[in-house]
């Protein structure tokens, strides 16, 4: 009987070096310490983290390598709109990136099965953040889905000009039946 989340699913490609989990709450000052090492995300508190692996831990992910965290993608599913994923953080260590890990673990919480009725995946994106960007196209090409955005959290607007715009990005509808392979 395969764990938790360890489905079998052509969107998620066998892989011995790296293994997906649901977060438990164990789990959450890892996911800190990662995120304070990649210095490109904003920090939130351990206490947030820990109720991320906890509370909203059927729509986030861990990634290891040799037993090590290297990636963590926090989501969650807005009350208001219970069928879309919305991606909260998404973040590689520097050693692991341009693997594919972001996108498998994207796709591995799409391809739980709690998460099968999401249609949707939404997330926010600076102008400037190229690799993100790069990556939700893929989720929208992997998906056989649009994928549109418009300004969200605006700079002067919304973060009084300490921050810069984010964009709403969204990618739907999900084909869930024709997912591509894994590259
Ligand atoms: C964004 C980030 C999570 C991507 O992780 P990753 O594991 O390297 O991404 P993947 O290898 O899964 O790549 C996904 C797609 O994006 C592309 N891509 C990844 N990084 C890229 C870059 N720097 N420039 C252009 N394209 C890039 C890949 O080629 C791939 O496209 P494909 O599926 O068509 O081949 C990683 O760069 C990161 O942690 N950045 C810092 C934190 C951050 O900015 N997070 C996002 C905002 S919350």
Known sequence: MPRDGLIEDVSVKPDTDI???????????DVWA?????????DNSMYCNLLQ???FADTCVVARHEGRLVGWMSGYRPPK??????VWQVAVHPSMRGKGVAGRMIRW???????????RVQSTITRSNDASWALFRSVA???????????????DRHFD???PTEYLVTIAPLQRAVIRQAA
Not at 81 to 86: D, I, R
Request: a negative charge; proline letters at 5%.
């Open 19 to 29: 293994q997906f989990d649901k977060p438990s709450v164990d789990d959450g000052s």
């Open 34 to 42: 990662l995120v304070q090492d990649i210095n490109a995300l904003d």
């Open 53 to 55: 692996c906890s509370h």
């Open 81 to 86: 709109s219970p069928n879309t994923l919305f």
């Open 109 to 119: 919480v799409l391809e739980r099965p709690w998460n099968k009725d999401v249609i």
């Open 141 to 155: 090409d992997r998906y056989d889905a649009d994928l549109s955005y418009d300004a969200h959290f605006e700079k």
């Open 161 to 163: 000009g300490e921050a």
